[in-house]
């Protein structure tokens, strides 16, 4: 594979494209090499216009490609793996964010924090979301809003529990490094970022419960929507 340091500035034009950042958050989400037609089937995008965002993502050094030769006799597979890469600066904003953090000091600025982060939510959410007075499919309606936690630097995984109802692990938190000193307030706005984000889907979800760091830092919480059953749990898919 071939990788190269890319420039702040070109990384931001490949992901302000919609298709190559959800093409870029499958592949950092998999973890693994992914052919393209996983990408192509799993996205619900035609194979001809995933790649010539892939070698946009390529040129920037976002995504890596191999070429896998199978055990029989035929054409060589091209897979691709997304680059990790270190956000710039980010002892700079760190130092940032715990200034402004002393500030919001008590229960009234705890609470504006999280009607503020509410509002970021569900504006995540519109970005990727349909258009208005359109009613979506509940699997159409959960890949917005993974892609709007995704967005936000959270890691997503759903698990259906019943009609209705959704189970969904974060496993990693874009505020992790604020929490120990500031955990009241980095609970309240992961909290209404992720209220914000069922609110603004259509039709909208609701939070039945939210556990911050349940376990080694992952958070959990249930989403419903209207008349879903609160009793018996179906295994997890």
């Given at each position: 594979m071939s990788v190269r340091e890319p420039a702040p500035i070109e990384v931001h034009k490949a992901l302000a494209d919609d298709t190559r950042f959800r093409l870029y958050r499958y592949l950092r989400l998999s973890g693994r090499p992914v052919s393209v037609r996983e990408l192509a089937a799993r996205l619900s995008l035609h194979p001809n216009?995933?790649?010539p965002h892939l070698r946009?993502?390529?040129e920037?050094?976002?995504v890596a490609s191999e070429i896998r030769r199978g055990a029989t006799v035929g054409r060589p597979q091209t897979l691709y793996v997304a680059v990790a890469r270190g956000e710039p600066g980010g002892s700079e904003?760190?130092?940032?964010a715990e200034i402004l953090a002393g500030l919001l000091s008590g229960p009234r600025a705890v609470e504006r924090a999280r009607e503020?982060?509410?509002e970021w939510g569900a504006y995540l959410v519109l970005q990727g979301g349909p258009k208005p007075g359109t009613r979506l499919?509940?699997?159409?309606?959960l890949a917005i809003l993974q892609e709007a936690m995704a967005r936000a630097g959270f890691e997503p995984r759903f698990h259906r529990r019943s009609q209705g109802t959704v189970e969904i692990v974060l496993r990693s938190c874009p505020f992790r490094d604020l929490a120990e000193g500031h955990r009241e307030l980095v609970c309240a706005v992961h909290r209404g970022l992720i209220e914000g984000m069922l609110h603004g889907l259509k039709p909208p979800l609701s939070l039945a419960s939210f556990e911050p760091l349940a376990e080694r830092g992952l958070c959990r919480l249930l989403a419903r929507g209207r008349g879903a059953r609160s009793g018996a749990q179906e295994p997890r898919a």
């Open positions: 216009t995933i790649r946009r993502l390529e920037v050094g976002l904003y760190r130092l940032l503020l982060a509410r499919p509940a699997r159409r309606n």
